[in-house]
């Protein structure tokens, strides 16, 4: 046999393996692109609204830009000021995991600037004692908390904001993004003001023995369900805030659908990622491969 002819040989086969494979590639990164498309995105609206005792009945709503936000209600934080949540403490004493020193794992937010969840509820008729908030993101995360919280913070804890701006980027873990949303790709999103009074570094860090002396403790967030950590708080891409008269009764994981069901349709639930769609690329690479061996086998 002639060994260059040979090698020809050898080559196109693998030229055409290559040739195949490639569609089978961009597919994949197609889809993946698809699903993408369906994961949270930087927000630019909030919708206010604000619920009746049977927590389906719209009493009021509105929907406001960021842009909206800064031009005509207060604004909090100079852009230059960092502000921390903590996050959890992994040590086996349970009073060790409240880390009453503040002295651990803090989650710089950025030196951020935005609007308080008290002046967007008062766009809607404000709360009254006994009503709780849910701030909600566009995934489908949300927290609540109750009126005293939000009117009538300590300072410890400070006023609950939904922020908009960052003004300088974080020096060490999760990046922010900095300016307006898109670039403040974490926006707009919740944090809390709280003071330095309780932090020996003097920063102004809302830490895990904040959370205990200010929070009801159905309301104290668990890592895990186990370890206390004020980081679940700060709710990326904020897109509601809902007032709901009497408190918030429906699951503490996913918005019921019966919380859903008399929205507006101007604002539809978040896209959600499909299992089915998660396992698509998989299928298409698994499949492109089986092409690829019994084509070989033709060729052998």
Known sequence: MDLSSFSLR???????????????????????????????????????????????????????????????????????????????????????????????????MGAVRGTSVRDLCDLVGGMNPGDEVMVKASDGYHVEFPYENIYHPLPRQGSVVVCWFNGEETAVGERQGTGYPPSYHVGMRLVFFADNSTNHEGKNVFGNTDMRETMPPDSVHLFDNLYPSTSGYTVKWVDEVRIYSGGYHGSSELLPKSYESKMDETYPPPPTRSPLLLGIPLVVCLACALMLVKRKDRES
């Open 10 to 108: 050898i080559f196109d086969t693998q030229r055409n393996h290559r040739i195949g494979l490639f569609p089978c590639i961009i597919a994949a990164i197609l889809l993946f692109g698809l699903i993408h498309v369906t994961c949270a995105a930087p927000t630019t609206e909030v919708r206010a609204a604000k619920y009746a005792a049977d927590g389906t009945t719209v009493l009021n709503e509105t929907k406001v830009s960021y842009q909206w936000m800064e031009a005509n209600l207060q604004v909090y934080g100079d852009g230059l000021t960092h502000y921390f949540h903590q996050g959890p403490v992994f040590v086996s004493d349970k009073e060790g995991q409240w880390d009453v020193n503040e002295t651990t794992n803090f989650k710089d």
